[in-house]
């Protein structure tokens, strides 16, 4: 008895932990007042207009967009040939490339973004865009690969091999069979993929320069010199899309009926 009476005081509480600072960040987003604080100095929309007319949060969203899409469509383009290979063939030393395709999450993004700069960016002398876009292509990666192996391990090799035997080559087998049935965990190494790129902040501090940086380094940036509430209605409006992305996704694609 004493057991269901706690549950839902456990669950409200999990609740307001993963939902509370959204709540305050929405606040906070829609104050009057001149500072960003909560509880909010009265109802406002001026700052959540005052986003749109920051010129530089529109040149940084325009970057993040393209490196977010950019990038996780090269991830996928790597990716999706690297996990069949791995998932369908005896590959000598797949377990090491499984580490070496999984080391830029499995070392800190510090490293990795201080890593790049070092020894790709300044001695290839990279461009800024470029180098962000191959650092955001790498980050990407390993979640394309694994996301992709495991649906690749939950589709039965031998209905691949029926195809093959009725006729069709096994490009066509994997372009026909294959990839509809894995479409679920594309979808999902694109999500995970496109908001790991679109919230990557240590990498992109690193290898950011003038006129090129990223939405979130330009925040910080911002936040150094402004402490108004245009930060935190941009937060708020940048979680509304990634719900409105995920709602997108489950209402015209059946996200759920795949993953």
């Known amino acids: 008895?004493?057991?269901?009476?706690?549950?839902?005081?456990?669950?409200?509480?999990?609740?307001?932990?993963?939902?509370?600072?959204?709540?305050?960040?929405?606040?906070?987003?829609?104050?009057?007042?001149?500072?960003?604080?909560f509880p909010p100095q009265g109802l406002s929309l001026r700052w959540v207009i005052k986003v749109f007319e920051v010129e530089s949060f529109r040149a940084s969203f325009g970057i993040s967009m393209f490196l977010a899409i950019g990038g996780t469509i090269a991830a996928l383009i790597l990716g999706i040939p690297a996990s069949y290979a791995l998932s369908r063939y005896k590959v000598p030393g797949a377990e090491t490339i499984r580490t070496i395709v999984s080391s830029p999450?499995?070392?800190?993004?510090?490293?990795v973004g201080l890593a790049l700069l070092r020894y790709f960016v300044v001695p290839f002398n990279f461009g800024i865009l470029f180098a962000l876009f191959l650092a955001h292509t790498a980050l990407i990666l390993p979640y394309a690969v694994r996301v992709?192996?495991?649906?690749?391990t939950n589709l039965r090799s031998d209905i691949e091999e029926a195809a093959v035997l009725l006729g069709c080559s096994r490009v066509g087998a994997f372009f026909r069979v294959v990839m509809p049935n894995i479409r679920g965990g594309i979808l999902a190494a694109f999500i995970l993929g496109f908001v790991t790129s679109f919230n990557q902040v240590p990498v992109s501090l690193f290898l950011s320069g003038p006129g090129v940086r990223t939405l979130p380094i330009d925040?910080?940036?911002y936040m150094e010199?402004?402490?108004?509430?245009s930060v935190a209605a941009l937060s708020a409006l940048l979680a509304f899309m990634s719900l409105g992305i995920v709602f997108l996704a489950e209402r015209f694609l059946g996200f759920s009926r795949y993953v």
């Open 148 to 152: 992709v192996s495991a649906s690749l």
């Open 219 to 221: 925040m910080l940036s």
């Open 225 to 229: 010199i402004t402490y108004d509430p």
């Open 105 to 111: 999450i499995i070392v800190p993004g510090i490293i």
């Open 1 to 37: 008895m004493s057991n269901k009476l706690y549950a839902p005081i456990i669950l409200l509480l999990v609740l307001a932990f993963l939902i509370g600072p959204f709540i305050i960040i929405i606040a906070a987003s829609l104050s009057a007042g001149e500072t960003l604080s």
